[in-house]
């Protein structure tokens, strides 16, 4: 009975997860969907600008806490209604919120971690107890894995919670200056009349942004590449 006290904050976290991913809300935030009451939206903002952020950063904290994947276009929504700079700076407070509420609810799931960890954990476990804060550092700036399940890793590797949250702030800010980048641009290229489609990323204020995204998630296979190199050598 202990063991699932222990864990139902955990429990309730994924299922809030899996009914805001199957209900269809997260639709509600596509550019197209958005883009047709952006003049109410933006009036909102504009009347009641500590309301909407409050109200941007709520949600956005609820998705990430759950762990589910598609956060994204909530953050993409922040770009396109706040702007980059405020969108940012929004997500990046709801980011590091809805991160911390996972880790504790994890760590609390997780107890001592005298359990035996998953296999990928397993994996992260030598790097991490060799050099946690650069490894804590690396897993954040390098998507290895989605952002909450990552989270839940490092719950489970007892990482330090000050070292969560600076590594969590630091290294999601940087790519959220990315992905805010890419909700503004597809306001400002839907608003200015191009249709929602393939051509659309061709646009430079979206094919940049997603340049930069894609050199983030092709970093890991860089690094593997680097690794095994000088192991290579080594060996020789």
Known sequence: MSRWRAALPLILLVLAGIVLLYSGALDRFHPTHLLARETDLRASV???PWLSGLTYIGLLTLAVSTGIPGTVVIIFA????FGVTTGTML??????LGSLLLYLASRYAFGAGGKSPPALVERLRHGFSAHPVSYTLALRF??????GAMTMALAWLRCPLWLFLGATWLGGTVSLIFETSVGAGLGDALGAGQTFGPALLLEPRLLLPLCALALLALLPLGVNALRERRARRNRS
């Open 142 to 147: 390098i998507p290895i894995m989605p952002f």
């Open 91 to 96: 997500s990046s407070i709801a980011l590091t």
């Open 46 to 48: 504009a009347s009641h």
């Open 78 to 81: 922040g770009g396109l209604v």
